[in-house]
């Protein structure tokens, strides 16, 4: 069975920086492209990043482009956030997910792996 633990969300002032991890266990996701979303409350889930299986392509939300940076180190099966120039509009809950299908990198839905989520706030 798959999981995803997130870690690393906590409390940070308006400038700060946090890293987020995500580690996946019960499988290896080295053909599998990883993202982060997170949803503010009252608001739906929006896109952050996402990465390629290999590492070698990224994409951000325009909202944090600049200022969040993806990678990923397959040999621990464990996906990173590293969140710089934090904003208060930044405050959310961050989920990491996996694509369940392999080289695949669009579209992370209900059919992906999902983790239990991380709190970011970012105090003004």
């Known amino acids: 069975q798959v999981h995803l633990v997130e870690s690393g969300g906590g409390l940070v002032q308006a400038g700060g920086s946090l890293r987020l991890s995500c580690t996946a266990s019960?499988?290896?996701?080295?053909?599998?492209?990883m993202g982060w979303f997170r949803q503010a409350p009252g608001k739906e889930r929006e896109f952050v990043a996402a990465?390629?299986?290999?590492?070698?392509?990224?994409s951000y939300a325009d909202s944090v482009k600049g200022r969040f940076t993806i990678s990923r180190d397959n040999a621990k099966n464990t996906v990173y956030l590293q969140m710089n120039g934090l904003k208060p509009e930044d405050t959310a809950v961050y989920y990491c997910?996996?694509?369940?299908?392999?080289?695949?990198?669009?579209?992370?839905?209900?059919?992906?792996?999902w983790g239990q989520g991380t709190q970011v706030t970012v105090s003004s």
């Open positions: 019960g499988r290896t996701f080295s053909t599998n492209a």
């Open positions: 990465i390629s299986w290999g590492g070698d392509v990224t």
């Open positions: 997910a996996v694509k369940s299908i392999p080289f695949r990198m669009r579209n992370f839905g209900t059919n992906d792996y």
